[in-house]
């Protein structure tokens, strides 16, 4: 397998192969937790330590696990790590451990996480693994976060609402009104809209992906005038 | 001269997509006409602000789509989608109600799957189905009551006017209230049939409201059916069905809403004749359709008497939107002089 660079791997997780956007990875808490910025926040951070810590310990027992059982192996690591996690998020973030509720012990089957296990850790030596695991998360995060800010924009009117679950009782004044007396659009806050939300990420990054396809074709094949003659056809798009 | 004698093909086609849809909407005219005469200006005043909302969302992708704005606008799609919008929404629902439900149903589940034809779901019934998720309240308690039902005239043009657009909905408290459906739903667990249809809700029923809409919408369908816009078997699969369902489980009026009620109240006529027909998300072979109204008939009856909706037109109809393209892949004809047509879906090699 060709080694990739450190900036390929960052690259890779935060946008060309994104979790969320493109391998379409860990939909079920992506879907489900992201009616407002700090519940996406909360579970971003606990899913961002357990996969970077399950790449680190995957990676470091990678030559020692037969290959036969390293799915259960690779399991139980990363069950360790979200029990950690779990505990963690008990210890310090109780009232956000309540809210998210079952969607914590649930990171263990996000597929996002095996899926880098298995892909990526299991055949790569500890630091690209480590840095991996990490992009990959902070990729999933940035969705989840922009995906929590676009519905609580849209179901509730405000923004950064309950920051104080996260980061302590000052993050109360966080918390942005943008429309007064605003009705809660019911669809945002519930699952569909989060479907609808996360398709217009999707479309739009696709988009963006074209536009700099075509900007990068453009710069490589300068046209040359000259000689030949070229039979013309339009680009069907 | 006498006569022309002209070479065949002798037929000819006069139902260009833009003529049926103004045929749709001159349909629904009579029972917008009687929607404004029993319950007031809110329905008229929400007719012309989502078909103005349709047209402008409709245009407005349309240029960002970069196709031809004028020609599209011209095949009077969206100018059904936001009648039908305007008939089937509250009548003293906030304009951003209407609002939203029309821009949605035009971009999100029109436009945005490609356009007129493309659409798998009724654009009207998905705008119909997000408010009426989405803004509980908005949809349940902004119906007008008619004359006979409240007591009092209706209210006046621009009362309607404040109440739908500047929220003064206050104004509209004496003049609103709950669908004979909904009140019969709720009342009809602790009374028996006769002290519930003597509520102020049902004074007048059969004489004036409801049933008079129903019936508006009716005649419209029945033009609609004798200009062979749309075809007998999905509103009579329906109504059928309907009226079965609701003969073998609901006899007992002492338990369940009446026959009469579920025919000729609420959006039943509406959903048989103007929603369930619609050709492009509806089932287009001929058993097919028979099979697409009887679905939407017993889901209609079993969510309006067993889920906690009071009406359910929509609901059904975009459920059954979803088995169309099954129901049409089964219920292939065969066409005269050839041999029986592949049913089921093709098979795989």
Known sequence: MATKSLREISLDGLWNNNPALVQLLGLCPLLAVTGSVVNALGLGLATMMVLTGSNFSVSLIRNHVPEAVRLPAFVMIIASFVTVAELVMQAFTYELYEVLGIFIPLIVTNCAILGRADAFACKNPLLPSVLDGFMMALGFTLVLVVLGGMREILGQGVIFSNMQLLFGADAVHWKIELVKDYPDFLFAILPPGAFMAMGILIALKNVIDDRMKQKAEAKKAPVEAGSKRVRVTGKIS | MGLL?????????????????????????????????????????????????????????????????????????????????????????????????????????????????????????????????????????????????????????????????????????????????????????????????????????????????????????????????????????????????????????????????????????????????????????????????????????????????????????????????????????????????????????
């Open chain 2, 5 to 349: 004698t002209l070479s065949s093909p002798h037929t000819h086609g006069p139902n260009s997509t833009s003529k049926v849809m103004a045929n749709v909407v001159l349909a629904t005219l009579p029972g917008l006409a009687v929607m404004t005469w029993f319950f007031g200006w809110g329905s008229l005043i929400n007719v012309l602000f989502a078909s103005l909302v349709a047209l402008a969302s409709e245009a407005a992708v349309l240029l960002i789509r970069k196709r031809p704005v004028s020609f599209f606008l011209k095949d009077n799609s969206a100018l059904v989608t936001g009648v039908l919008l305007g008939l089937a929404l509250p009548p003293f629902a906030p304009f951003w109600v209407t609002l939203v439900a029309t821009a949605f149903a035009v971009v999100f589940s029109k436009q945005m799957y490609g356009g007129i034809g493309n659409n798998p779901f009724n654009p009207a019934m998905v705008g119909y189905a997000l408010v009426l998720v989405s803004f509980p309240v908005q949809m349940t308690t902004a119906w007008a009551l008619s004359t006979q039902m409240s007591g009092s005239s209706i209210l006046g043009f621009g009362d309607t006017l404040q109440v739908i657009f500047a929220g003064h909905s206050t104004l509209a408290d004496a003049y609103s209230g709950a669908t004979p459906l909904d009140a019969y739903k709720h009342l009809i667990g602790k009374n028996t049939a006769d002290t519930v249809l003597a509520e102020a809700t049902f004074n007048g029923w059969l004489n004036g409201g409801w049933e008079w809409v129903n019936m508006a919408f009716l005649a419209g369908g029945l033009y609609l059916l004798a200009r062979r816009i749309i075809t007998w078997q999905i509103p009579l699969a329906m109504l059928l069905s309907l009226s079965l369902c609701s003969l073998i489980f609901g006899w007992d009026e002492d338990m369940y809403t009446p026959l009469s009620l579920h025919l000729l109240s609420g959006a039943t006529m509406l959903g048989a004749f103007f929603i369930a027909t619609d050709p492009v998300s509806a089932s287009t072979t001929p058993t097919g359709k028979l099979i697409y109204g009887a679905g939407t008939g017993i889901l209609l009856y079993v969510i309006r008497t067993w889920g906690s909706y009071p009406d359910a037109v929509a609901f059904s109809v975009l459920l059954m939107n979803f088995a169309a393209p099954f129901i049409d892949a089964y219920t292939q004809p065969r066409s005269y002089g050839h041999q029986k047509a592949r049913r089921g879906l093709p098979e795989k090699n």
